[in-house]
């Protein structure tokens, strides 16, 4: 009888007591719970559908696990993407922000979504069908870009952006006192005078932006060292308010914020290779509150990560011909 | 025979599934300069070697533009709020065609270039300043206009009023 054997009998025993502890991990549950739905997102009846189908499991107070994901460990892994992606992105509660909020949360999503970013891939793989199809894509992008054409900037803020301006040049000469970012990062002052590594149009946000290079940056953009970039390189990224005149053109209007990327892998190794700084208003104030803050650059940057968690695709040509 | 081998099949294709989703390969990620924008063809000076005075977008037109200066143009562009630049100052005005970036649904970055302008204040032999005005088209971007006068052109008068972006 093999029954009778000690071998045998072991394995017995085994999996006997793996059964145990597979059902007893079972009442290791952290609850899910779903709060009333308080705000949820007003949205067309096509855009809800795919955000229902893709996105609510994790991001709204309309958790439905499938079985699958009720069997601990999977239970556990789920709960933890439910609280995390709730924390950062609700849509039962969405309602409760500024237009302005909500659309920029909308658009950081579309491109989470267009970058393979979200839905997680790891949740992708296990979930068939909950991966946002090419046509479900361009129907979210077009529900965020309806063609509109630009009104001229209100007076007021026209009057605002030129007493900025004046202001400015008045103190053209002075080097301001910037307090530091809490990370550490200080304000470096000479980034006015780095050259260009391309521009944009953030017409998601109403911002127009400069990206400028040190000298470490444009070297490196020239011999085509950009991933990773070098240690030593910084880049500025200098936004403005997007001020459209009577003909419909967008000048630069107040300056809103520069923000810096500085390149040392082993100073920065925390926070991806990077030191992350940020000062708004024309009184250049830091943003972050604490050190932690920087956390929230490098959230924002990892759909790039392996771009060296870098967005811009530099120009070409900044390194020759510099004659005066 | 026939069943495991199936079996094992699918095992690898699920695999591949899940290796694919991990990997998050995306081509709109992969790491480029942006040579398209280049400025081709010969230009008197780079202005992508100078600083950058501001920029303006033309939506109807789908162009983005940004006005680089010499020494000093910047320099007096960031000191003064007037349009009297001095003997020596040479602008440059970069238009590129814009396109969708594709890391960024939102924003619209420069794409092939369809215009570079300067103007250049030079003093005459009277001591008045005189202006020249030159643009390139095409690609590769060759001179396609040219004038010189006591008084600057309406379009160059334009790009010499652009006041200098804040930049604290």
């Given at each position: 009888m093999a029954t009778g054997s000690p071998r045998a009998k072991a394995v017995v025993w085994i999996a006997v007591l793996l059964c145990i502890v597979f059902i007893g991990i079972q009442f290791i549950r952290p609850a899910i719970e779903n709060p009333p739905v308080t705000a949820e997102i007003q949205a067309p009846p096509a855009v809800k559908q795919i955000l229902r189908s893709s996105c609510y499991n994790c991001h709204s107070d309309e958790t439905k696990l499938p079985w699958y994901d009720q069997v601990a460990p999977a239970y556990w892994l789920a709960e933890r993407d439910v609280e995390k992606g709730r924390m950062a992105l609700n849509f039962s509660e969405i309602g409760e922000l500024s237009a302005a909020q909500q659309k920029g949360l909308l658009f950081e999503a579309i491109n989470q979504i267009q970058l393979g970013v979200m839905p997680l891939p790891a949740y992708r793989a296990i979930h068939p069908g909950s991966a946002v199809t090419p046509e479900q894509l361009e129907i979210l992008r077009a529900y965020l870009h309806p063609p509109a054409p630009k009104q001229a900037a209100p007076q007021a803020q026209v009057q605002a952006a030129d007493a900025q301006y004046e202001a400015w040049q008045h103190a053209a000469n002075a080097i301001p006192a910037v307090q530091p970012e809490p990370n550490g990062i200080a304000f470096i002052p000479d980034y006015k005078n780095w050259r260009v590594i391309s521009s944009t149009d953030r017409f998601d946000n109403h911002t127009m932006r400069e990206i400028l290079g040190n000298e470490i940056a444009i070297k490196a953009i020239a011999e085509h060292?950009?991933?990773?970039?070098?240690?030593?390189t910084v880049f500025a990224k200098v936004a403005w308010a997007q001020q459209p005149d009577a003909q419909g053109i967008s000048h630069t209007g107040a300056f809103v914020q520069v923000e810096l990327m500085i390149r040392d892998q082993k100073k920065y190794a925390a926070t991806k290779g990077w030191g992350w700084g940020r000062w708004r208003g024309a009184d250049l104030k830091p943003y972050g509150r604490d050190a932690s803050f920087a956390h929230e650059c490098v959230d924002c940057h990892k759909p790039v990560r392996k771009n060296d968690y870098v967005y811009t695709a530099p120009l070409a040509g900044q390194g020759t011909g510099g004659q005066q | 025979m026939r069943a495991p081998m199936k079996c094992t099949g699918l095992l690898c294709a699920g695999l591949l599934v899940i290796a694919a989703g991990c990997s998050g390969a995306n081509s709109r990620v992969a790491t480029h300069i942006n040579q398209e924008a280049a400025l081709t063809g010969n230009l008197?000076?780079?202005?992508?070697?100078w600083k950058v005075i501001t920029s303006w977008i033309d939506e109807q037109n789908g162009t983005m533009s940004t006005l680089f200066g010499n020494d000093a143009a910047v320099q007096y562009a960031r000191n003064n709020s007037g349009h009297d630049y001095p003997s020596g100052a040479v602008l440059a005005a970069v238009t590129w065609s814009q396109q969708e970036d594709p890391r960024w649904f939102g924003a619209g970055i420069p794409s092939s270039p369809k215009s570079v302008e300067f103007v250049s204040v030079i003093k005459g032999a009277d001591q008045k300043p005189s202006w020249s005005y030159e643009k390139y088209e095409g690609s590769p971007l060759k001179e396609s206009s040219k004038a010189e006068a006591s008084v600057p052109g309406d379009r160059a008068a334009w790009l010499l009023a652009q006041r200098a972006a804040v930049m604290p």
């Open positions: 060292r950009i991933n990773p970039w070098p240690d030593g | 008197p000076y780079n202005p992508l070697a």
